[in-house]
């Protein structure tokens, strides 16, 4: 796959995002690696978009697409560093909008998504869920999920040593966005939610380690990562997976942000 268009920039995100075209004619969602935050918003989204598709989230088909002219689109790209490598793109959705309030949710086909994607966000350390990255076609009334560039707790900024203090420490849920986190435990009253989270708690149980490794070890090399980092990003995951029930109850219980 390659980059054939850039079409505008997105004009939100701190990564710089751009809408561009792929010689498949599809559009996508783009994020480049001369973006203001680096390669870790990269890597991150990689890793949860690979995560997503095995938590069986909705989230949008993405491309790792390699770029070796970047100058040559530097007219389209005001806003990114000149910097060739792996692109980032996730498939653009036409005629999505925010998940403003509870009564939005109460509508999707697929309720049972939200609850999963507040355990995934609390697995993944996402403290920056919001309106604008938890969103709702009305077209075919689905929920579904965008923008993973600040996780781990740390957004851009952990490494191999931050990942080790949060392993086995107190899973911290204070700095999650409050309303996105108070729409999804209203929802609770809209669905079966034990008999979900029991499916749920199952299914994440039996994620193997070695296919968490491989989804890191599949990381692209010209995206700065080192072995270590690699080795503790693996640690960290799996030390949330094996602690579900506590997440679970946590959300249970509906504890306050």
């Given at each position: 796959m390659n980059l054939s268009n850039i079409?505008?920039?997105?004009?939100?995100?701190?990564?710089?995002?751009?809408?561009?075209?792929?010689?498949?004619?599809?559009?996508?969602?783009?994020?480049?690696?001369?973006?203001?935050?680096?390669?870790r918003a990269l890597i991150n989204e990689y890793i949860c978009a690979e995560l997503a598709k095995l938590f069986e989230l909705?989230?949008?088909?993405y491309e790792l697409v390699t770029i070796n002219n970047i100058e040559s689109f530097e007219q389209k790209l005001p806003n990114i560093k000149m910097i060739n490598g792996t692109i980032f793109c996730s498939e653009y959705m036409e005629r999505v909008e925010p998940v403003d309030d509870y009564y939005?949710?109460?509508?999707?086909?697929n309720k049972e998504d939200v609850l999963k994607t507040l355990i995934f966000d609390i697995i993944i350390g996402n403290d920056d869920r919001n309106s604008g990255n938890f969103l709702v076609n009305f077209k075919n009334q689905s929920f579904t999920i965008v923008d993973h560039s600040h996780v781990f707790n740390k957004g851009v900024l952990w490494d191999a040593k931050s990942l080790e203090e949060l392993i086995d420490a107190k899973i911290d849920i204070s700095k999650m966005k409050k309303k996105p986190y108070e729409i999804s435990i209203q929802l609770l009253n809209n669905i079966n939610y034990e008999e979900v989270i029991k499916k749920y708690n199952e299914q994440i149980k039996n994620?193997?380690?070695?296919?968490i490794a491989n989804i890191i070890n599949n990381i692209p090399q010209d995206w700065t990562i080192t072995i270590e980092e690699k080795n503790k990003l693996i640690d960290y995951l799996m030390n949330r997976i094996s602690r579900i029930d506590e997440i679970c109850n946590l959300i249970i219980r509906g504890g306050s942000v």
């Open positions: 079409i505008r920039p997105i004009g939100i995100g701190v990564t710089n995002p751009y809408i561009v075209e792929l010689d498949n004619k599809k559009k996508y969602v783009a994020k480049f690696p001369g973006n203001p935050e680096g390669d909705p989230i949008p088909n939005i949710l109460t509508k999707v086909k994620i193997k380690k070695e296919t």
